[in-house]
């Protein structure tokens, strides 16, 4: 069965801090993966994709097939980077599946 | 404005009826999908369309219902048969099949009372 995970519901870090919001997920093709965010009163829009390899607002993540990982990295936390992370899984199905997000806190 | 517009934002309904959620889009976006979303939860997919006439159950299917007779509209009904039906139902969208982004809405709050 497909699954994503999150173990951390809540995360604080100060600002200016290294941030770290895990993903593991679990499925037997070939995934896509995504990180959406959800800022406050706001949609819940596209952070990154692995596919893309790229960075936006300084955060990166790194597909890991062998740890089936998907964590999402800042070097440097920012106050707006306050939000609610989710990572997301897209099957060849076309499904696509959700973990049960993260709230990061940043302290100034 | 364009996009994808939920209507009701809030919706209260007495146990033992059916409520429809709207979802509309003018994206031109092929695929269109619904979720739930609860605290601690995150989001649940209930149904998802990846074509006109054509939808597949998601992990939570039970007790909602859709239809796919437009591109631009994808309603949900929730039903009696639904033993939890207060939360938060968000409706996406996807330009075409296996291109990642979803698109999504405000969102309608359904209370059951």
């Known amino acids: 069965a497909q699954r994503v995970t999150q173990p951390e519901k809540l995360l604080s870090v100060f600002k200016g801090a290294p941030v770290e919001l895990k993903c593991n997920y679990s499925y037997s093709g070939s995934p896509e993966l995504f990180w959406y965010v959800q800022y406050s009163r706001q949609r819940l829009q596209l952070l990154l994709r692995h596919i893309s390899r790229e960075s936006i607002k300084g955060f990166t993540a790194d597909l890991n097939k062998g740890e089936t990982s998907f964590h999402l990295k800042k070097p440097f936390a920012q106050e707006e980077d306050s939000a609610m992370y989710y990572c997301a899984l897209e099957t060849s199905y076309d499904k696509v599946i959700f973990g049960p997000g993260t709230s990061l806190s940043v302290i100034p | 404005d364009g996009g994808i517009t939920q209507s009701p934002k809030y919706l209260f309904r007495k146990e033992g009826q059916n409520v429809t959620l709207s979802c509309e889009q003018n994206l031109n976006h092929d695929a269109m999908y619904w979720y739930r979303q609860d605290p601690g939860q995150g989001l649940r997919l209930i149904y998802y369309?990846?074509?006109?006439?054509?939808?597949q159950k998601g992990d939570i299917a039970e007790g909602y219902s859709v239809s796919r007779e437009k591109k631009e509209s994808f309603p949900l009904t929730v039903t009696s048969a639904q033993k939890n039906p207060t939360a938060f139902y968000l409706c996406a969208t996807q330009a075409t099949r296996n291109t990642g982004e979803l698109f999504f809405g405000e969102g309608s709050r359904l209370t059951v009372l």
């Open positions: 369309s990846q074509i006109v006439n054509d939808f």
